[in-house]
């Protein structure tokens, strides 16, 4: 299995700052931010399925133009798969007719562009002996993270998430987890911030890190534009015994 970073970053602003997606080898999504947009419309036209971590814009933002650039292009259904309360909130607000069509009946609802797959926490999916798993999250809206098993390795992305225990009661069972990517978006001087957004700061991550039972490689993502330089630092300078590292942009992952 293949996973390559297109983007990371918790905002945007300059050709190296993209938003969450993965391209897992060439025909998954994991998310679909504006990482999205550097790929080809051939390599658009590939992608068959997207696993949603959860409705905030800055991990859905590409998800109408794949379809509406690619949908003609493709033989079956794009397939999203996602949450219930995921799927109400996305179809409520995005492919409504009002901020975008409604692709899950273009051109008609037996032949759709896009069709939805619920998943819940737990459930595996497998796509040609590539397992997908649902992990819990904590955030402001319904979110997983998720638990990518190529059968030799594992990599879990935590995707949006604060203090959880029920993700490292589940990502303390991994027995092959080689890498964790999990999010920090705040330094610490916001932490108020990142309590009552439900993200993680260096201080909080320190203690989240702390449950940990594990050694895999791990990498820190949805980073906020202006705060990099100093969340990293107060990252090293606290838990630099994990060795973790910032992901980048085009960062190849394989397991």
């Known amino acids: 299995m293949k996973a390559r970073i297109l983007g990371c970053s918790g905002g945007i602003g300059g050709k190296n700052l993209r938003t969450t997606s993965i391209l897992v080898d060439h025909d998954i ?22 696993f949603v971590t959860h409705s905030h814009l800055d991990h859905i933002a590409f998800l109408p133009f794949i379809l ?23 179809r409520a607000h995005i492919f409504n007719w009002t901020i975008w069509p409604d692709f899950s009946e273009i051109p008609n609802a037996e032949n759709p562009y896009l069709r939805f797959h619920t998943i819940r926490l737990g459930e595996n999916v497998l796509l040609n002996k590539r397992k997908f798993t649902a992990l819990p999250a904590r955030h402001t809206v319904p979110a997983v993270g998720y638990r990518l098993d190529s059968g030799m390795a594992s990599l879990v992305f935590t995707g949006d998430t604060t203090t959880n225990d029920d993700l490292w009661n589940e990502v303390n069972k991994i027995p092959d987890l080689r890498y964790l990517i999990i999010e920090t978006a705040f330094s610490n001087s916001e932490r108020q911030l990142a309590v009552v957004s439900k993200h993680l700061c260096p201080s909080m991550l320190e203690e989240e890190l702390q449950k940990l039972q594990c050694n895999p490689e791990i990498f820190i993502t949805h980073l906020k534009p202006g705060q990099i330089e100093r969340t990293m630092l107060e990252i090293e300078g606290s838990i630099g015994e994990h060795k973790p590292r910032m992901l980048q942009n085009n960062q190849i992952f394989e397991f």
């Open 29 to 50: 999504l994991i998310d679909a931010g504006t990482g999205v947009g550097d790929l080809s419309v051939a390599e658009l036209a590939l992608i068959d399925h997207v």
């Open 68 to 90: 509406d650039t690619v949908g003609d292009m493709r033989n079956k259904p794009l397939t999203m798969h996602a949450t219930q309360a995921t799927q109400e909130i996305i």
